[in-house]
């Protein structure tokens, strides 16, 4: 599994961006300021099944996320807490994956239900493209060494 990689994005609103992928916390973070370098346009967090930021990385989003987007994958709603006033900005972008055993591909009628105490908000889910995982951007990764 690559850690930390550049690569084009293949996928979703960001597709063809030229993206620093993290999907460890190994690397300090003096390690992975350097790994950003003027070309990134998107920093992903979450790659390759690891979803979340890990909390030493955060300081990273508050800093770059002026520059450039910042795009964070979770799998579970309680993710959403940890990083709630991140998300505020513009260029911060949560990714809600779901996978699993339920193949929900093919379908057109998913909606999306967010609540609170006092209201909720209902969207409808369309889709934003669809990417083969066999798509030739993935192959064009390079994997970073901190």
């Known amino acids: 599994m690559k850690k930390y990689y550049v690569g084009v994005e293949a996928e979703g609103p960001f597709k063809g961006a030229i993206t620093l992928f993290i999907a460890s916390d190994?690397?300090?973070l003096e390690d992975v300021r350097k790994m950003i370098t003027p070309d990134i346009q998107n920093i992903y967090f979450g790659a390759q099944y690891t979803y979340g930021?890990?909390?030493k990385y955060i300081p990273i989003i508050k800093e770059e996320r002026v520059w450039r987007n910042i795009i964070i994958e979770i799998n579970k709603i309680e993710q959403v807490k940890d990083i709630i006033d991140l998300i505020q900005s513009k260029n911060v972008h949560v990714v809600l994956s779901i996978n699993g055993e339920v193949d929900l591909l093919g379908l057109n009628n998913l909606l999306l239900k967010v609540e609170n105490e006092k209201e909720l908000i209902?969207?409808?889910?369309?889709?934003?493209?669809?990417?083969?995982?066999?798509?030739?951007?993935y192959s064009l990764d390079k994997e970073i060494f901190p």
């Open 26 to 28: 190994e690397a300090s």
């Open 122 to 137: 209902v969207y409808k889910l369309t889709k934003a493209g669809f990417t083969s995982l066999n798509d030739i951007r």
């Open 53 to 55: 930021v890990p909390d």
